[in-house]
């Protein structure tokens, strides 16, 4: 075995895994940051959390960017969601609930999403804005 070989670890399958989901997840931010309807707060919330798990240095990276920090510091320091990022994710919500409705599911599945939607959304904009 070589000495570079020696020293890294290989690393394991769910922080593979988180890797993958914080990456997947910071794309879609930085895809929120760019179009208008996507939201990036959740997915930037979502990529620090998984790549603390899987990436702690690239976590880091994430949130010391000056675009992403301010963001972060809020959400952690004071529970903060921008109204902007409140108001996108509720529309997506009730979007994606339509659209799941006119698909035509059996009621149960339409109570438990549009259960689970409804306390997404009630926790989502009691959170302060500002």
């Not at 922080?15 to 914080?22: D, K, V």
């Not at 963001?71 to 997506?92: D, G, I």
């Not at 698909?103 to 009691?126: D, E, F, K, N, Q």
Request: aromatic fraction near 6%; hydrophobic fraction near 50%; charged fraction near 15%.
């Amino acid at each position: 075995m070589t000495d570079g070989a020696k020293g890294r670890q290989r690393a394991s399958l769910p922080a593979l895994l988180y890797r993958a989901l914080g990456c997947v997840a910071l794309a879609l931010a930085i895809a929120g940051v760019i179009l208008p309807g996507l939201p990036a707060t959740p997915f930037l919330l979502l990529a620090v959390w998984a790549l603390r798990r899987g990436a702690p240095e690239l976590a880091r990276r994430v949130e010391t960017h000056p675009r992403f920090e301010p963001t972060l510091r809020n959400w952690r320091e004071r529970r903060v969601v921008p109204p902007r990022a409140k108001a996108l994710a509720v529309a997506s919500m009730a979007l994606s609930f339509a659209l799941l409705w006119l698909s035509g599911p059996g009621t149960p599945v339409l109570v438990l999403v549009g259960a689970i939607l409804v306390c997404v959304g009630a926790y989502l904009v009691s959170r302060p804005s500002r």
